[in-house]
């Protein structure tokens, strides 16, 4: 499959690049899929809830009532859970929500949701650029250029770039990300996706290794 590559206006150039079909599938991974984005989102959760049990807690130990012969139940102290600002029974305790993917796995997401992206032609390239001096304003110049003002969008470069980050970093539609921080949720939560002419190669390399 060979895509031309676009100029910053937006227009078509002479040059071409092709996208070799051996290194991608022909079959569905959804499920996969499922258990990346599934480890993606875990991976976030922080795990530092946590409630007190009745031994945490500072107050009285003192036996409410006796035992027997008063027709109710036994109940010890007033941080029994039973009690209103008593101790939680079975509460929740810090822990990592981190579950374990091979690495073959990742890989093999990432190639069938960029292949899924080539299926349904929202994978765009451009020509490389040099930004001396973040500009917001030219970034939205490109995605104006591209129709993809209002619509969700991915950029991946080859190495990063300070301006580059900084003139996209307040966009609300629009995340920039380099080949190597390249993950399964961002491919999957940006319909489009825009490369630069050097980072189709670094593409390769990384799908190959990882």
Do not use: W
């Amino acid at each position: 499959m060979k895509l031309k590559i676009l100029d910053i206006k937006g227009n078509y150039t002479d040059k071409k690049i092709e996208f070799h079909e051996t290194t991608f599938f022909k079959k569905s991974y959804n499920h996969s899929l499922y258990l990346e984005i599934k480890r993606f989102l875990l991976a976030q959760r922080q795990g530092t809830h946590k409630s007190k049990g009745r031994g945490e807690l500072s107050g009285s130990t003192k036996k409410l009532h006796r035992q027997k012969g008063t027709g109710g139940s036994r109940k010890g102290d007033i941080k029994n859970p039973i009690f209103r600002g008593g101790g939680r029974v079975f509460g929740p305790k810090p822990r990592k929500y981190i579950i374990k993917l091979n690495k073959r796995t990742k890989n093999i997401v990432r190639k069938f949701l960029i292949e899924q992206k080539l299926i349904n032609n929202r994978i765009l390239i451009i020509e490389n650029l040099k930004l001396d001096n973040p500009k917001t304003k030219f970034i939205l110049k490109i995605l104006e250029s591209l129709q993809l003002t209002n619509k969700k969008s991915l950029m991946i470069i080859g190495e990063i770039n300070k301006n580059l980050y900084l003139s996209s970093r307040n966009l609300k539609n629009f995340k920039l990300l380099s080949v190597n921080e390249l993950d399964c949720f961002s491919l999957i939560n940006y319909p489009y996706i825009i490369f630069f002419e050097n980072s189709i190669e670094k593409i390769y390399q990384f799908l190959s290794i990882h």
